[in-house]
């Protein structure tokens, strides 16, 4: 079976700290392709980062960065100088041939000023 | 900047209607995905289409839930007849390929049955 755990409900940082999320994964598939997305209060899901199972550099995006690890079935995100409007749930979902996208519960982040 | 677009962005409804969501993929996108969002559940997959043809159905509640591609720019999910316990958010997604690629969602469709 695969999950996706993130076992972070919630996180809250002051302005300008950095943050990492967890995210822990399970799979028997040897291909497979991982991702994070983030809802902000709107709601609407907006696509962050894709990574296949064969790719464990590590990616910086600004202030974003994300670290792919096999040997822990992990796959952090951390978020460098956090801003208010960082504020969101982050979702952390992994999809391999069986075609289903499966999303972890998500981890509510709340950035204070 | 090619989006995914949802109507009706809110549906409030009494038990017993019908109701239909619509969902207009990227154009040039081949990938169709129903989600539901819960908060108890989380996000689920209802399910998928490539190339206007179903694929998996097997996370939607056969007796009231459907799902058509009458075209390639336009999904459809219908709830006949809806019960308060379908109140959630419908997120419709497209994507470019095959199903691992990248899906792009919609601003979603938030239903309240009452």
């Known amino acids: 079976a695969q999950k996706v755990t993130q076992a972070q409900t919630e996180i809250s940082v002051v302005e300008k700290e950095d943050v990492t999320l967890d995210c822990v994964y399970e799979?028997?598939?040897?291909?497979?392709?991982l991702f994070w997305y983030k809802q902000p209060p709107s709601g609407e899901l907006v696509f962050l980062i894709r990574?296949?199972?064969?790719?464990?550099q590590n990616e910086i995006s600004g202030r974003y960065s994300w670290n792919f690890q096999k040997s822990t079935s992990s796959f952090n995100f951390t978020i460098t100088a956090s801003q208010v409007v960082d504020s969101a749930v982050y979702f952390c979902?992994?999809?391999?041939?069986?075609?289903?996208?499966?999303f972890g519960q998500g981890t509510t982040l709340q950035v204070k000023p | 900047d090619a989006r995914v677009t949802q109507t009706p962005r809110d549906k409030v409804t009494e038990m017993g209607q019908e109701v239909t969501m619509r969902c207009q993929p990227i154009?040039?996108?081949?990938?169709v995905f129903w989600y539901r969002q819960t908060m108890m559940q989380g996000l689920e997959l209802l399910a998928y289409?490539?190339?206007?043809?179903?694929?998996?159905d097997s996370g939607m509640p056969k007796d009231r839930f459907s799902a058509e591609m009458p075209d390639a720019t336009l999904a459809t999910l219908k709830i006949q007849p809806s019960e308060p316990r379908d109140s959630a958010v419908y997120f419709c997604?497209?994507?470019?390929?095959?199903?691992?690629?990248?899906?792009?969602f919609g601003p979603g469709t938030r239903l309240t049955v009452l």
């Open positions: 997604a497209s994507g470019p390929g095959v199903s691992t690629d990248t899906q792009y």
């Open positions: 799979t028997r598939d040897t291909t497979y392709y």
């Open positions: 990574r296949n199972s064969f790719d464990e």
């Open positions: 979902a992994l999809i391999s041939n069986t075609g289903k996208l499966i």
């Open positions: 154009l040039g996108h081949n990938t």
């Open positions: 289409f490539r190339n206007r043809a179903p694929l998996d």
